[in-house]
């Protein structure tokens, strides 16, 4: 293992077979050989770690995970099918009937249906916050029973950013798990681990495949937790599958020169675009204008590959941006090659009420850019285009 990050993404791989390949081959089995029945036995009995099935186990799924124990520092892991499995199997396996929730309230649309809907009907409650909320804030919201602390940062889509290490400071004061969805930094440009984090959720469908091919998930961080997360996965079936894994696990070693070039191409599109007189207000979190910039500059390397921002006519304005772009994508995903332009009112959060989707910035002109990795020119040209037509 080396201590630079993108040489374990790439040179991390399950041990070579006699046939003697170069690139990772893919395990594509839904179970696993024995020579005898002692073999057997003992990897039934937990005393090897012999593959068993690929519901608990499979190599190709345990490379990417071991990759991406490297890349959030993290002691062990568990793969998902999705993103959401990732974030349900994190709650399931560690919250039981009377434990409390705190979570930001600026989080994805279905882990929203998640905290508010499904995890009451277990008994599990919980408090949001706002992504403003300071370190008084955090602290008055834990109660006897608090179990959990649940964020995203920066978040989907109105890119406000926590700070991990005020928030990891409070959870370990009070002995609370902190677990952070890093799916919009990646662990190329923010390791929550490092400010006291101990789970860390992935989709890995957005940045980590980043080229909008496959669903995928992954939950690393504390060896006991993931023990936890584990078992519960292990008998309840969200395996990723071995092909997804293959996927994504060579996606990962492109990781860290595509989140630079998305990144610097975010910045420039930014730049551009802040003073342009179809737009009341726009956020990227290295801009000096963003209000949490300077919490940005302490826990990422640089500002991401989202820009977001608010058209001054609203909601018939949104359409007629969307319906005039030429090249960007109107799809649902983020973290593509592909540059995409959604509308989160009317899309990834639209289960939310009206009141909700204000607390947490998501007013009805509001544009979400993912930015792809085309030259970024034919990014700007395409979006001031449909700007002058708005
Ligand atoms: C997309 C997304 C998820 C859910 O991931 P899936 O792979 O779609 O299940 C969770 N958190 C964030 C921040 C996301 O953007």
Redesign the pocket.
Known sequence: MSTHQQTNAIRIQTERTNEMEHSTPMFLTSSFCFDNAEDMRAAFADETDANIYSRFSNPGVQEFVDKMCALEGAEAGYATA???SA?FGSFMALLKQGDHLIACNAI?G??HTIIAKYLPKFGIEYTYLDANADEAAWEAAIKPNTRMIYL?TPT?PGLDILDLEMIGRVSKKHSIILNV?N??ATPVNQQPIDFGADLVVH?A??WLDGQGRV?G?VIVGRKDLIKEIYLFCRSTGPALSPFNAWVLSKSLETLDVRMERHASNALFIAQSLEKNEKISSLRYPFLASHPHVAIAKKQMKNGGGIVCFELKGGLESGRAFLNNLKMLSLTAN?GDTRSIASHPASTTHAKLSEAERQAVNITPGLIRISVGLEHKEDILNDILQALEKC
Do not use: A, H, R, Y
């Open positions: 999705s993103g959401m974030v994805f279905s882990t995203e989907n969805d799916c919009f989709s469908t957005k669903l998930g983020l």
